[in-house]
């Protein structure tokens, strides 16, 4: 799809945010990485640009910069802290870092780093100029809104004017309302700036005059007709997890192609308690054409005796791979592999600190590509996570199916400490059904990012009649979270906590303990493994 507005991104934390609030504000946006050339920008002809924050200071030489050409484009730019900051200095205004002026730290809390005073948290502006993106508010208005930022904006570039000013800066915000140039030193992008969706609406429809061009029912009508034309016979295979993301990308596919679409369906025999029957029956109401493949012997073979949860993610993404190529060699005439690869994991980013190292491998089939020679279709590459439910929605999949809380690829391998046999994932599946039991009985299936049970391979000695018990221990995880980058332990209800516990130890033989995991991430994953 053609992008009215491109989205140059810094590094900052909250591009993505920036993303997901123009698009739902209903106008289609890209995120383009902040030195991207002149020609890479415009190739999309957009009438307008957003800047994004980012962690390295301007003063530095090593500063990503925005290509020159960019700024004198003509185009309205909407510039948020770091990028206000590049503006700035592109246009002959100055930066400074906060330690010059450690007097004015500003409303927000402050934290000392090697002398620099930073401005970090809550703080407040007052609207100078009702103008521009600041058109939705009154001259003297006070706005709540969230910083982060080391440097600031000293001196304004000529032509400009400081549109809002904060405790611990006469240059909030400034604008050349001529140029169409506005910078803010705070984050619209963030809840904690409560009216900063207005900001980026007037930004948007008043200064950059553009028009609404991003809803559910467009994306699934343009999509499916490019799908139509890209496959106009032939084959084409899917791999189904039974996660809201291969479902929904096979959902749209199927749209487009019938029953020319073959989705695979491995049972690696990891799954949940009944999930393979449940999702099988998804697929079918979907009417999709599934093929299944019960392979829950062989994973659970190759995974004898194994301890090391690496060493089982890379088993199990071999395995996964083998199934499925075996199971995609029985079709005749393939000649595209659908993915439900998500906008995220697309973003090319400005490298800031370097690359990140690798946690946990994540297993997909890109390996069949290059074996099968299958192009890729991937329908929700353009799309966030809220973004597929939506589209899920519109699609007419059930609400119960696409609020369904994440599921690891590698299933309940991960959350199995120790070896997996077919023993200790019959106790997993219980304890797992229990949780989940409760949590929905509490209403809390979507509070919840996640919510599971883990077996420990640790064994503690409990009582139980009047004998002595020597057996394994169940963790609770429950987690909250936006996006599964940064999580929260839920804190149950003690009634909740109690039937969990009373439950676990009650039904299911082998376990005589049950504690609960109180880790945030970071430090600890969400999976245990
Ligand atoms: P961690 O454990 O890294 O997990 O904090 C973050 C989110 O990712 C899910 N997860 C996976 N999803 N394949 C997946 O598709 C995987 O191998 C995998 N490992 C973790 C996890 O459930 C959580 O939501």
């Not at 936006?482 to 999580?487: C, E, I, L, Q, S």
């Amino acid at each position: 799809m053609k992008s009215q507005l491109i989205i140059l991104d810094f590094g900052s934390q909250y591009t993505q945010l920036i993303a997901r609030a123009v698009r739902e504000l209903g106008v289609y946006c890209q995120i383009l990485p902040g030195t991207a050339s002149y020609q890479r920008v415009m190739a999309s002809q957009p009438r307008a640009l957003i800047l994004s924050g980012g962690p390295a200071s301007v003063r530095s030489a090593a500063a990503p910069r925005v290509a020159p050409e960019i700024v004198h484009s003509g185009l309205p730019i909407f510039a948020i802290c770091y990028g206000m900051q590049l503006m700035a200095q592109e246009l002959g205004g100055e930066v400074a870092g906060w330690g010059r002026d450690a007097s004015r730290t500003g409303s927000g809390e402050t934290a000392h780093t090697d002398g620099d005073i930073r401005e970090f948290g809550p703080a407040e502006v007052e609207v100078l100029e009702p103008a521009g993106p600041f058109g939705c508010f009154r001259r003297g208005e006070k706005l709540k809104v969230w910083m982060s930022h080391g440097d600031k904006v000293v001196e304004l570039p000529p032509g400009f004017s400081s549109t809002a000013c904060s405790a611990g800066s006469p240059i909030a915000a400034f604008a050349n309302l001529q140029a169409k140039i506005f910078g803010v030193q705070f984050h619209p992008e963030v809840h904690h700036t409560p009216r900063g969706k207005e900001i980026l609406a007037s930004f948007l429809f008043q200064t950059a005059d553009l028009e609404k061009d991003w809803d559910p029912a467009s994306f699934i009508h343009e999509t499916v007709d490019g799908i139509k034309a890209k496959v106009p016979s032939g084959n084409v295979v899917c791999g189904l997890s039974g996660g809201v993301d291969s479902t929904v990308a096979a959902v749209l596919v199927h749209r487009a192609i019938g029953d020319r679409l073959h989705c695979i369906f491995v049972d690696n025999g990891l799954l949940r308690l009944n999930e393979a029957e449940e999702v099988m029956d998804n697929f079918h109401m979907f009417g999709l054409n599934v093929h299944k493949v019960d392979a829950a012997d062989r994973f659970l073979r190759e995974l004898e005796g194994v301890t090391d949860p690496e060493t089982k993610r890379k088993i199990i993404g071999r395995v996964f791979i083998e199934v499925f190529e075996d199971e995609a060699k029985r079709i005749s005439d393939v000649q595209y592999l659908v993915q439900g690869t998500l906008y995220p994991d697309v973003i090319e980013s400005v490298s800031v600190v370097g690359g990140s190292a690798t946690i946990k491998s994540h297993h997909n089939v890109g390996g069949l590509i290059e074996d099968m020679k299958l192009g890729l279709i991937e329908p929700l590459r353009e799309l966030f996570k809220d973004e597929v439910r939506l589209i899920g929605r519109e699609l007419g999949i059930a609400p119960k199916f696409i609020e369904r809380q994440p599921f690891p690829g590698p299933g309940l391998a991960v959350r199995c400490l120790g070896e997996i046999t077919a023993e200790r994932l019959r106790v997993l599946r219980i304890a797992d059904r229990i949780v989940m039991d409760e949590v929905r009985a509490a209403g809390l299936e979507t509070v919840l990012w996640q919510a599971f049970a883990v077996l420990l391979p640790v064994r503690s000695v409990g009582v139980m009649g009047d004998g002595r018990t020597f057996d394994e221990c169940v963790a609770i995880r429950a987690v909250t979270s936006r996006d599964g980058m940064t999580a929260d332990w839920y804190l149950f209800d003690e009634t909740v906590l109690r039937r969990i516990s009373t439950r676990i130890v009650n039904e299911t033989a082998g376990v005589n303990r049950v504690v609960l995991d109180i880790s945030t991430k970071p430090p600890s994953t969400i999976e245990w493994e």
